[in-house]
Structures are given as structure tokens and as C-alpha cells.
């Protein structure tokens, strides 16, 4: 393979105009073993950091408006550059798949986030063409350690260079993390790359192919068949995540808009009657167990108040920030189930989980106990070892949440964990399997049942 050059990478620089949306490279190429963009060490501005964290000189920080009102609203179609067709299709198929992982950036060179991308990849040679994923959502730290727009080429359109479809993302605290003795706006790279105007290719994309997306800001509600994920930006502490000012927030500078796009986004759902899959996806997760990362408790509890204020909740909540993968059920009061996922092991650096005086974890077990004023939560799975990505199945009737380990190569289409809801009862359920369409094997069966 010849040796690559480095891209072009001048934020000033005039962007590409396309026009229409475009995705994967036209041919495959072999994965790199090295970035291209040097990485130095981060360590001196991680200390700086960290001392201000402990003297508590760090706040969330205000981020931009995004387009489109109270609800910014982003439709597939519109990511597709209105091919109304492709929807067609999803519809009549009956059901739509996609990705979503998290904390996918890397500092250490290519090799962990290339496994997980290979692995996603394969899951485009499918029999059944409804089976393809129709895109990927990822679930925030894109690029490591402050989102530079110097390393979007190695860490974000290299590894996505060969993935066939739309790649959307919740912005995490890293993409929004300005280092020290810097003078970017925080979260510029990421809108540049993600909250585009319009169908464009970027100097980072170092001469791939792949268009920025057109999400309208860094919260905004995503529209698809059978589905709609309403997205969140959790800002860029470390812990807490913060999405509004309130009681236990660290500052009182970033507002309340997105309560107000929390509010119209679930109340528009209640008036159109919509029967379809309701998801929320953040950076920073509310439940965790065993991890370095805490619970963002006042976070959650914002977003409560408003689903308890409408009368309409999640089929399930997606976030990444833990490095690794976490799944937990939360019961209401009403009997009603909501899955809470953590999947933060994209390629960045797993981290193990440890109970107490560092035992391993058993699981499941209750780790919020059901009260009169909380909801029981069960720790029902983890994965502290590996590196994976959740794959989602969406029909009419069900959601159905996959997790899939990257080390089990292109060969295993088993997931390692799973979890279905029913969309109507609202409650954990069986998943209905498609039928593999073996009519002869099942009659051989029925034949050796009646003897």
C-alpha cells in the first residue's frame, strides 16, 4: 500500500460543494496502522485540567443555537438529500436497522476503532436487504482529547472511510472541551463537521468523499421510519452531564432551551399520537455502576420532570462517557420498562468496572432500590473487556437493542447482549424473530413430531 500524505487540514480553507449526500469511498482500501496527523501527548493540558477541576474552576459552557426553532428537526429523508425512495423502501420492509456506539476516538493510533468499524461494516452483507443498517448514530466523543479539527481526518473519516451509509452524532464533552491555551469556540470542529448547512466535503476529510452532516445543531430531534431519536448535548465536565441550569448545575450560563425542546419535542409525539419508537440519546449517562464515571443524577431528573409534565417517555435512553458497555431497566411506578444503555467502548480506551474493595461485579442486581419517590433500577449486563457497538432493530411493534462485540469478527451475526421492548405495553419482551424462510426444514420437523 503506498504511503499516505497528509490531508490538507486548514479550517479556513473553502469546503467542497457537492450538492447531494455522499458516504463510503467507491472501493474498499485495506485499513491504516498509523495515523497520519501527529498525536503528541496531551498530558500537560490533562493536569491543567484536572487542577482546576479539583478547585472547582470548571463549568459547563454556553454552545450555539442550532437551526430550526424551538424543535430543531432533522428527517432521513433529508440526510439522504431527499431520496424518498430509500424511505419507501425501509417502510415497506417493515423494519429499519442502524448503529450507535460511543467514545469512538482514539489517541493511541487506528487498530481499536478500526476493529469495531470493520466489524460494523460487515453487517452490511446481509441476506435480507431490511437486515443493512440504514446509518449510524454515534453517542459523542468523536475526536480526542479536545475535538481538534487537526485530527478529524485519523479519528473520524479514516475509520468511517469504507462505512456505506450516514454517520450522525450526539456531541460528547470531549468535542466540546476547549484545551488550554487555546483560542478555538468550543464545539467548533464539531459543527463544522456535523451541523453543516449544507451537503459540503471538509479539508479534514484529507480527500475522502464523505459529506458533513446536516443536523441543525447539537440538539435536535432525528425523524425516521417506525422512529425518532431526540438528542441531547450533556456539555463538558467530566461529571456531571449538564443540559440546563437548575438546582445542582454547576453554572447558570447555558439557559434552558434545551427543557424547551425536551418539552415541545415529546409534546408534538403526544399530539400526533405517534406509535412508533421514542429514543433519547446523550453523551453523559444517568445510571452507572462500578465506574469512574458518576451518575448525572440532576440531568436525569430534568429530563423526568418534563417526560412526567407531558405524559410521554422513552422507549429507551442510549449515552456513552463510561468506556464500556452498561445496560440497565428501569420500572416505573406504572409497570412500564425503559431500557438505559451505555455504550462508551467504541475505540477509546476500555475501562474496567469494580465493585467494592475492587471485586468484580455480579450482574444483575438491583442498584436503585423502588421507592415512593424512586423508580427500581436493575444493572442487568456489562462488558468491561471488550470494544462493540450496539446494533438497533426498529419495527412497528418493537424495539430491539443488540450488543455486539468487535473482537467476534465479521463471521458471528450473534449478538452478546440484547434487550426488546414492546412499543405498545411499553415492557421487556421477547423479540419476534423473522422467519429465516427454510419451508422444507421446518416440514422435515413437523414430520419427526407427529411419530
Known amino acids: 500500500m503506498p504511503q499516505r500524505k497528509p490531508p490538507p487540514i486548514d479550517p479556513n480553507g473553502p469546503p467542497r460543494v457537492i450538492g447531494k449526500p455522499v458516504f463510503g469511498q467507491p472501493e474498499a482500501t485495506p ?6 496527523v501527529h498525536h503528541p501527548s496531551d498530558g500537560p493540558a490533562y493536569k491543567q485540567i484536572d487542577v482546576l477541576n479539583k478547585e472547582h474552576k470548571l463549568a459547563p459552557m454556553p454552545f450555539p443555537a442550532p437551526r430550526g426553532g424551538v424543535e430543531p428537526t432533522l428527517t432521513f429523508e433529508d440526510v439522504l438529500g431527499g431520496n424518498a425512495d430509500a424511505i419507501k423502501q425501509i417502510n415497506n420492509s417493515g423494519q429499519i436497522v442502524f448503529h450507535s456506539t460511543g467514545d469512538c476516538g482514539s ?18 452483507q446481509e441476506a435480507a436487504a431490511n437486515e443493512k443498517p440504514q446509518f449510524n448514530f454515534l453517542l459523542g466523543d468523536i475526536v480526542y ?18 462505512y456505506p451509509a450516514p454517520v450522525l452524532a450526539a456531541a460528547g464533552n470531549h468535542d466540546g472541551m476547549v484545551a488550554p491555551q487555546t ?30 452532516q446536516i443536523q441543525p445543531g447539537v440538539f435536535f430531534t432525528f425523524e425516521a421510519p417506525f422512529m425518532r431519536i431526540l438528542t441531547l448535548y450533556s ?3 467530566e461529571d456531571p452531564g449538564v443540559i440546563a441550569d437548575g438546582v445542582g448545575a454547576k453554572t447558570k450560563n447555558i439557559g434552558n432551551s434545551q427543557l424547551d425542546y425536551l418539552q415541545a419535542a415529546l409534546t408534538r409525539v403526544k399530539s400526533e399520537k405517534f406509535q412508533g419508537a421514542l429514543l433519547i440519546a446523550h453523551h453523559h449517562p444517568p445510571y452507572t455502576a462500578g465506574s469512574r464515571h ?34 440497565f431497566t428501569r420500572t416505573r411506578s406504572d409497570g412500564t420498562q425503559i431500557p438505559y444503555l451505555v455504550c462508551g467502548n467504541g475505540g477509546h480506551n476500555v475501562q474496567r ?37 450496539l446494533r438497533i432493530v426498529v419495527t412497528a411493534t418493537q424495539l430491539r437493542i443488540e450488543y455486539h462485540l468487535a473482537s467476534d469478527g465479521a463471521a458471528t451475526k450473534a449478538p452478546d447482549d440484547s434487550v426488546t421492548v414492546d412499543l405498545k405495553s411499553r415492557t421487556l419482551v421477547h423479540y419476534s424473530a423473522p422467519n429465516l424462510g427454510r419451508p422444507q426444514a421446518a416440514k422435515a420437523v413437523q414430520k419427526l413430531t407427529k411419530r
Open 31 to 36: 485499513d491504516p496502522t498509523t495515523f497520519v
Open 107 to 124: 489517541t493511541r493510533g487506528p487498530q481499536t476503532q478500526n476493529e469495531v468499524t470493520d466489524k460494523m461494516i460487515a453487517d452490511f
Open 145 to 162: 482529547s479536545f475535538g481538534e479539527v487537526q485530527y478529524y481526518y485519523d479519528q473520524f473519516y479514516e475509520p468511517y472511510r469504507n
Open 183 to 212: 483560542h478555538v469556540k468550543t464545539l467548533d470542529a464539531f459543527t463544522r463537521n456535523f451541523c453543516a448547512s449544507k451537503f459540503v466535503v471538509l479539508p479534514e476529510a484529507g480527500g475522502l468523499s464523505r459529506t458533513a
Open 235 to 237: 456539555n463538558t465536565l
Open 294 to 327: 458518576n451518575w448525572s443524577t440532576t440531568m436525569q431528573a430534568q429530563i423526568d420532570a418534563v417526560c412526567q409534565k407531558v405524559g410521554v417517555w422513552p422507549h429507551a435512553d442510549l449515552a456513552g462517557h463510561a468506556h464500556n458497555y452498561q445496560r
Open 353 to 389: 468496572l469494580q465493585g467494592q474493595a475492587g471485586a468484580t461485579i455480579r450482574a444483575p442486581q438491583i442498584i436503585q432500590a423502588k421507592s415512593s419517590t424512586t423508580d427500581q433500577v436493575v444493572f442487568e449486563n456489562y462488558d468491561d473487556q471488550d470494544y462493540g457497538y
